[in-house]
C-alpha cells in the first residue's frame, strides 16, 4: 500500500533527511513487489514535486547517458512545464538505482528508452521557448510565504506520528492494532485547529476511498495493488483511516461549536428612524415634538394625536427598552400601554406639559375617559411628547 511519504518529506525535509523512493534491494523483489514500489515511488514524485523541481533530474540522467553539451542546453532551453512528471519521476527512479529493463515489468521494454524518446519530443516541441537564462530575473528581496503554505507546512508537521502508524502496518501487518493509537488525542496534543484538520482530512481521504473501493472493486490492478493484503489486514488499515478522518471532521466540528458567534453591528439610529412618520409641531397647541431618536432605548413614550384628541403612553414591556421599526413602534407592553381621548386639549396639554414625573404617574388616570390600547403604528397626525 502507498505510503504518505510526501507529508513525512515536507514535515522533516528542515532535518536535510532523504525521503525519496530507494531501490536498494531491488534484485530480490518478484513482480508485484516491484510494481508496488515503482507506482508508490510515482505518486511520490508526482504529489511532492512539479516540472521545475524534476527538471534537474533529466538532466543529470543525461549528462551520465552520453549527451553532449549542446543537447543537454538544448533541453534546458524548454520551459520547465515541458518536463511533466512522469518523465521527471522516471529520471529520478533510474538516477536512484530502477533497473530500466524488467522482463516482468511493462513487458520487458525499456524505460531508458522510453525517457529518451520523451526528452526529445520535449526539445522538439520547445525548440521555440524563449530561453529563461537570457531573462534578467528579479529576485525577491526576502522569502514570501502565505498564510495557507504556514498552515499547509505545520499541518504536514502534525501527521509524523500517524505517518509512523502507518509505516507500522507496512512492516507487521498482522500485529497492527488501529485501536491502539488515538489520532485524536495525538492531533489535539499538537494543538491542530479547524484548517489543519481540513487539510489533514484531506490527506488521507483519497487513500481511504481506495481501500473502501478494493472491497468491491472489479479493476484488476486494484485488486493486484492490494493482492498482498489479508482481509482482515485490509480492514485493519481501513478502520485506522476512517479514524483519521473522523477525527479531523471531529476537530472541525468542535471549532464550530465553540467559535464566538459573530457580532451585530449596531445599525445607526438615523437609518431606524429614517422611516417614521410623525408631526413634529402644532402651533395652536404649541408643541413640539422630541426628536425620535430618543425613543431607542426609553421606557416609557407620550404621544398625543391631534385628530383623535388621544393622549397616551407607550410603556416598555419587561426586560426590555423600546424601539421603532418602519413606522411604529415596538417592544412595548399591549396591557400597560393605553391613551384616552382630551375634552379639553388646550388646558389639558398645557398640564401635561408642566407636570413632573411624579405627577405623571397618574395623569391618565385623573382622566375621566375610557382607555383604549396603543397599536404602535405613528402618522403624520401623532406627536411625540415625552419619553422617560
Request: a positive charge.
Amino acid at each position: 500500500m502507498a505510503t504518505k511519504a510526501q507529508h513525512l518529506a515536507t514535515a522533516r525535509a528542515a532535518k536535510g533527511r532523504d525521503f525519496s523512493p530507494k531501490w536498494d534491494g531491488h534484485e530480490v523483489w518478484d513482480s508485484n513487489q516491484f510494481l508496488r514500489h515503482f507506482h508508490t515511488a510515482m505518486n511520490w514524485y508526482r504529489l511532492e514535486s512539479g516540472g521545475k523541481e524534476l527538471k534537474p533530474k533529466v538532466i543529470n540522467w543525461m549528462s551520465i547517458n552520453g549527451y553532449t553539451k549542446d543537447q543537454i542546453a538544448e533541453f534546458k532551453k524548454t520551459k520547465d512545464n515541458r518536463c511533466g512528471p512522469t518523465v521527471g519521476a522516471i529520471a529520478a527512479c533510474l538516477l536512484k538505482g530502477m533497473p530500466p529493463v524488467r522482463a516482468d515489468f511493462n513487458e520487458g521494454r525499456s524505460t531508458a528508452v522510453w525517457l529518451a524518446n520523451s526528452v526529445s519530443k520535449i526539445v522538439a516541441d520547445g525548440k521555440d521557448d524563449i530561453d529563461d537564462s537570457a531573462v534578467v530575473e528579479v529576485k525577491p528581496t526576502g522569502p514570501v510565504i502565505s498564510i495557507q503554505d504556514r498552515v499547509r507546512e505545520s499541518s504536514y508537521k502534525m501527521t509524523e506520528e500517524i505517518e509512523t502508524a502507518i509505516e507500522s502496518f507496512q512492516l507487521d501487518p498482522e500485529a497492527f492494532d488501529p485501536k491502539a493509537f488515538k489520532v485524536l488525542n495525538t492531533l489535539k496534543a499538537k494543538q491542530a485547529k479547524a484548517a489543519h484538520a481540513r487539510i489533514i482530512r484531506e490527506f488521507y481521504t483519497r487513500d481511504l476511498q481506495e481501500l473502501q473501493e478494493v472491497a468491491t472493486t472489479k479493476d484488476e490492478q486494484l485488486k493486484e495493488a492490494y493482492s498482498h493484503l489479508s482481509k482482515v489486514q485490509l480492514r485493519k488499515i481501513t478502520a485506522f483511516y476512517q479514524e483519521i478522518v473522523s477525527a479531523c471532521e471531529m476537530l472541525a466540528q468542535e471549532a464550530k461549536i465553540n467559535r464566538k458567534p459573530k457580532a451585530k453591528k449596531a445599525v445607526p439610529a438615523e437609518k431606524i428612524i429614517a422611516k417614521l412618520k410623525y408631526k413634529k409641531a402644532d402651533e395652536p397647541l404649541k408643541l413640539v415634538s422630541i426628536n425620535p431618536a430618543d425613543i431607542l432605548g426609553a421606557k416609557e413614550l407620550w404621544t398625543y394625536n391631534t385628530k383623535s384628541r388621544k393622549l397616551g403612553k407607550y410603556i416598555a414591556s419587561e426586560f426590555v427598552d423600546l424601539g421603532i421599526k418602519g413606522t411604529s413602534i415596538i417592544n412595548f407592553d399591549e396591557n400597560k400601554s393605553v391613551q384616552k381621548t382630551l375634552r379639553k386639549p388646550i388646558d389639558q396639554l398645557k398640564e401635561f406639559k408642566a407636570a413632573g414625573k411624579v405627577a405623571l404617574r397618574k395623569f391618565l388616570d385623573d382622566i375621566n375617559a375610557v382607555d383604549t390600547k396603543m397599536n404602535g403604528r405613528i402618522n403624520e397626525e401623532i406627536m411625540l411628547l415625552k419619553v422617560q
